[in-house]
């Protein structure tokens, strides 16, 4: 009944370790401490014959200097072994799976690159780099998987990420960890990791919703956006061509890189990150689209080559 | 000190001023008092309030996680219950508790003061504590609030449908208080020493409290920020924290923790003072490493502004930020770990007397220890990423706040309380309390650990089965600390008539406030004491510590200042 938490992904067994190590410290200094306290105590007790010469300044200065270096030097150790292996796991890998993650109260919502969607359960296939990208409509939340030792919040108005290779196959639990009202504890879910073809089987057998970017193309003129965006609009608005990947500079001095987060962001908070040269005009679109249309448009977005000819 | 201050007593012969207990029996003398002393049993009196309203709801929480599915309590109920915990043992018990009760009483009589440089500022403290008390209670009345201690946003400002306004605005004012009491005590500590108390003189005490001060008074307008902003966005409606109109959600996190981290170290310490002058009492011994400790205080009253972002680690603040946070709450832990060593230090070569007081104090430097490494992880980018947000979080502050600053309050309770009430009480029955508090506290806390580590977040009201052995072992561990809990109360109580009368200086301590007598007069002392010697003077320098009662530090002022009358 006292297990382990499962370990299913490449950082959840780094994290082991490096929570190992740090246990074992731990329990040397505590054991340090509670020994000092306890043999002081009894070989001080008042009335017992100890020795207790006086202990001279200098002798004392020079114990404090010592195990004041000794913990600088330790808490610089952790720092840099903990921040080691986390620049280790902080960027996903350019090949990463994406998935797109809708969190409500009081459930978790995935859609999937293929337009499947899933509710309170997500399949990600083994061994195979995963990238979620998160929204919520409401109040923040936090995606939480301890098999493999992740979570991230998410906030509404902004699109956070979170990647993980599975190691292992199995159902494991997620957990929303920022509380959230009423339902917080009810708001769980399922993280099943499947080999790779068994994954693609299931894939398949969704029903089919048609293609995320074919559903972004056809909205593309639809909801509106080719007005502006198209190159031949009369709207003073930025060619969407070849977009994905490139450093856009923004109206506040920063330049930021248009990643899937930032592609999403700019259609769900367009006053946000105001691109350099152009007025704020674009519409909110916050209240329109669905999760899936934004993912859909996103990716197809994203599909768009740059027109160099 | 000389036995100048022995005079403070009055020469013998000479009556007596009445105690401040005797001045005035109406509800008025208390109600309008500005004596610190009497101030100090007000809050006394609050703090115990609010901490059985605080402690039976989390009674009633751990109750409910005896069973994985929510079955005494709905969730609603639940969820009204942990942020009840949370505001009132924070605001009105952890923040008090020390500083406005134990620090109000002992502050003026430590540096040989008649009072603190405001007392009817310190008065009007108090009612601000209680009009904000009574918000708050107000809020519990009408049914509670649902957002947590910590009034996330936009769950807070435009989600929840509780009382989130109310209880609020009663953290809000009683916020001020915290800030009265703050600028009171830096003034007092500035400018109401007695003659010859040099900084470097200092009690460890009054120093805790000055680094606390600083940080209440420069803290706390960050949490007012915060809380008004929630109820101004609640009330007008203003879109602060909505996004969907240009707002930040995660801006009010980082007000909110601008205060609420320092406010740890608001919470933790004063504990750390009331430690130093229970070790060196009971060990005969001189604190070990005297600048080290005041500076290693400072440093952390400092340093406990700049960590903030370590709260939000998986809020979706850039990698950078994690990392600098993550470096600055390592090198906290620094001034942290001198403590703990100088005072396992004062031990050595000590007479060691093992009174109720010493062994929460001793009880206080092993959770205090362990609190404090599992900060380490928790400080540690990648391991915060598992643990944040799980029971292991829950463990971690309440070994720092239930095993660091409970525990010292409780030392200081008791180390204090001759003076406070000129009684004893039942050393046996205080020695039980603080052994029983000890094991049940560990019994409660410890598999919370273990159960963040496996995975279970916080605040749920019901979980899956693979979580439940430890919970029953937790809930049985909170019995057995609800029943230590509720020892004092009676034996202190009892003390009150049953009680032999305590003497001046029943510990045979070094303070300023042992020198006059037990409960004080409401002048504190007849004649100010004046101050020669370095603190914790229990035996000359350079000279191996005595016992008590063999040879006491009197003798060894008696031979500096020889010419005295007694
Ligand atoms: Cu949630």
Redesign the interface.
Known sequence: MIAPPDAASVSADSFDLMFLVMVVFSGFIVLLVATLVIVFSIRFRSGSRANRHEVRRLVSREVEIAWTAATAFGAMFFFWFASAHFLRHAAAPVDAMEVHVEAKQWMWKATHESGARELGSLHVPLGRATILYMNSQDVIHSFFVPAFRLKQDVVPGMTTTMWFTPTRTGSFHLFCAEYCGTGHSTMLGEIVVMDEAAFAAWLEARPGSGSLVDAGRVLFTEAGCASCHDPASAVHAPDLRGIYGRPVPLADGRIVTADAAYLQDSILQPDRDVVAGFDPIMPNFSGLLDEDEVAGLVAWLRTLERDDG | MTLEAEAGRGRPGQTLPRSYLGAGHSVRSWLLTTDHKRIALLYLGTITVFFLIGGSAATLMRLELVTPP?ELVS??TY?RLFTLHGVIMVWFFLVPAVPATLGNFVLPLAIGARDVAFPRLNLLSWYLTIAGGVLVLASLLLGGV???WTF?T??SS???NSYVTLAAMGVFVNGFGSIATGINFLVTIHTQRTRGLTWMRLPLFVWSLYAVSIVMVLATPALAVALLMVVVERLFDLGLFD??R?????LFQHIFWFYSHPAVYIMILPGFGVISEVLTCF??RRI??YE?MVFAMLAIAIFGFFVWGHHMF???QS?YA??IF??LS??I??PS??K???W??T????????EASMLYA?GF??LF??GG??G??V?????D??V???YFIVAHFHYIMVGGMVTAFFAGLHFWWPKITGRLYSESFARLAALLMFVGFNFTFFPQF?LG???M????????D?F???NVASSLGAVILAAAYLLPPVYLGLSLWRGKPAGDNPWDATGLEWTTSSPPPRENFAVLPVVDTEPYAYHAD????H??GDASHRAVSQSSDPGDDA
């Open positions: 929510g969730a609603d969820n649902d957002t947590g996330y936009p769950y435009l989600y929840s996004p969907a240009g707002g930040d959600p995660i060990a005969r070990f490493g080290a998986v809020s979706g990698y994690n990392l993550s470096f390592f090198a832990a620094v770990a001198i703990v060593f100088n396992s230090g031990l050595y070569g000590g007479h060691i007397t093992f001793l430097i092993g220890t362990l490494l599992t380490l992880f400080a540690s980018v990648p391991i990423v598992h944040t947000d799980t273990i580590w496996m995975g977040p916080r605040r749920y009201w019901s979980y899956p693979d439940q052995v430890l350079r000279v191996e510590p016992r008590r």
